[in-house]
T-cell receptor, first 113, second 113 residues
Framework: KAGVTQTPRYLIKTRGQQVTLSCSPI?????VSWYQQTPGQGLQFLFE???????NKGNFPGRFSGRQFSNSRSEMNVSTLELGDSALYLC????????????FGSGTRLTVV | AQSVTQLDSQVPVFEEAPVELRCNYS??????LFWYVQYPNQGLQLLLK??????LVESINGFEAEFNKSQTSFHLRKPSVHISDTAEYFC???????????FGTGTRLTIIP
């Protein structure tokens, strides 16, 4: 059974650009959540999508957005990139809404220069 | 609001010695608790979780954790560590009303040969 797949694994962008990250959940999982991991702030919740609807949102500016498609795949978009957006972005999928059944992907490491 | 405290940022331990990684949480509602392990340049792997029932939970690789509601703790223990246990360990708390995880700041476990 394939795990959670995040693409790309590494990304380098320039300040002011925008970026889109992708997450393909485990087959049959309908919930996708996103977390940001930085050395300074640790692991922080971004948002959760279930059945193509955002169900929960963390305390991030509006530059961070996401969506979920009918096949449960999810994308996360960050616009007007700042240096502080450099982080490991982790996606977790779950068969149902909520965190109790999470399986995490390997992450996308974004570097903003 | 929930919070998680991992008091030790780094723990060096000799190979084959026992180890305890401490985790305390704060929450006003019923919680579920996790320990995740992260190897360099990888995502989070679930080590073990407490959802309900028996307060002692075990992983397949020899780790165990005990949920102590009165002390609001979920410490992780292993009676004999191996070089391959070198990694960063994260404690996380979630609740059934607000389905996201709050993570501790992590404990870096270093095994000394």
């Amino acid at each position: 059974k394939a795990g959670v797949t995040q693409t790309p694994r590494y990304l380098i962008k320039t300040r002011g650009q925008q970026v889109t990250l992708s997450c393909s959940p485990i087959s049959g999982h309908r919930s996708v959540s996103w977390y940001q991991q930085t050395p300074g702030q640790g692991l922080q919740f971004l948002f959760e999508y279930f059945s193509e609807t955002q169900r929960n949102k963390g305390n991030f500016p509006g530059r961070f957005s996401g969506r979920q498609f009918s096949n449960s795949r999810s994308e996360m978009n960050v616009s007007t990139l700042e240096l502080g957006d450099s982080a490991l972005y982790l996606c977790a999928s779950s068969p149902r809404q909520g965190a109790s059944g999470y399986t995490f992907g390997s992450g996308t490491r974004l570097t903003v220069v | 609001a929930q919070s998680v405290t991992q008091l030790d940022s780094q723990v060096p331990v000799f190979e084959e010695a026992p180890v305890e990684l401490r985790c305390n949480y704060s929450s006003s509602v019923s919680v579920y608790l996790f320990w995740y392990v992260q190897y360099p340049n990888q995502g989070l792997q679930l080590l073990l979780k407490y959802l309900s029932g028996s307060t002692l939970v075990e992983s397949i690789n020899g780790f165990e954790a005990e949920f102590n509601k009165s002390q609001t703790s979920f410490h992780l223990r292993k009676p004999s560590v191996h070089i391959s246990d070198t990694a960063e360990y994260f404690c996380a708390v979630g609740d059934f009303g607000n389905e996201k995880l709050t993570f501790g700041t992590g404990t870096r476990l270093t095994i000394i040969p």
